[in-house]
């Protein structure tokens, strides 16, 4: 069964860096999303993209956070400049429609920001 | 937008036993999901039920919504040590590009 892949599994990083997560969504999948989750706390939303272009983001998704897919296949998350708070697991997921059809998720990133 | 509400935060019971769990809302939808998640894990999906629908079973999983009342629950019969993990209900934004999720609730299954 196809399925989204994330990686890193984890990542470490220095406050004030800039990281960029990888997720490679199932490939007949139009919408994506990020969604992250503080350790031992419920799953947040962060973004959507459809065409090529953000659907719908949160409170959370400031100017720090940008999205892109770049060639078709990948889906990337990037936080400009890390902060201790961005500490958390961030999920990809994709879906085939945006309301009704599930999402499907990746197993995630682990980011560690010290 | 909206978020589901889950009930109990944690359970805990032995195998063998059902497991109930509940989640209410506040505004109509379209459908409510039901997601698992293992320790460290992704989510994964588990069931939909649609609006118009008042019950949905899959293998030992039995899903009710009750529109009225804006409520949904998630029963597990027969659980077994391996259906322990986190279970979230999860709305989507009705006219939107996203899909809310509940805090969740903890299940722990004693073998």
């Known amino acids: 069964e196809p399925e989204v892949t994330q990686t890193p599994s984890h990542q470490v990083t220095q406050m004030g860096q800039e990281v960029i997560l990888r997720c490679v969504p199932i490939?007949?999948?139009?919408?994506f999303y990020w969604y992250r989750q503080i350790l031992g706390q419920k799953v947040e939303f962060l973004v959507s993209?459809?065409?090529?272009?953000?659907?719908?983001k949160s409170e959370i998704f400031d100017d720090q956070f940008s999205v892109e897919r770049p060639d078709g296949s990948n889906f990337t998350l990037k936080i400009r400049s890390t902060k201790l708070e961005d500490s958390a697991m961030y999920f990809c997921?994709?879906?085939?429609?945006?309301?009704?059809?599930?999402?499907?998720f990746g197993n995630g990133t682990r980011l560690t920001v010290t | 937008s909206q978020q589901g509400e889950e009930d109990p935060q944690a359970l805990s019971i032995q195998e063998g036993e059902n497991a109930t769990m509940n989640c209410s809302y506040k505004?109509?939808?379209?459908?409510l999901q039901w997601y698992r998640q293992n320790s460290g894990r992704g989510l994964v999906h588990l069931i939909l039920?649609?609006?118009?629908?008042r019950e949905k079973h899959s293998g030992r999983l039995r899903v009710t919504l009750d529109t009225s009342k804006k409520s949904s629950s998630l029963l597990i019969t027969a659980s077994r040590a391996a259906d322990t993990a986190s279970y979230f209900c999860?709305?989507?934004?009705?006219?939107?590009?996203?899909?809310?999720f509940g805090a969740g609730t903890r299940l722990f299954v004693k073998a």
């Open positions: 997921a994709s879906s085939e429609a945006a309301q009704g059809p599930p999402l499907h």
């Open positions: 490939s007949n999948h139009l919408y």
């Open positions: 993209f459809y065409n090529n272009e953000i659907s719908e």
């Open positions: 505004t109509s939808i379209n459908n």
């Open positions: 039920i649609r609006s118009n629908e």
């Open positions: 999860a709305l989507p934004n009705t006219g939107g590009f996203k899909t809310i």
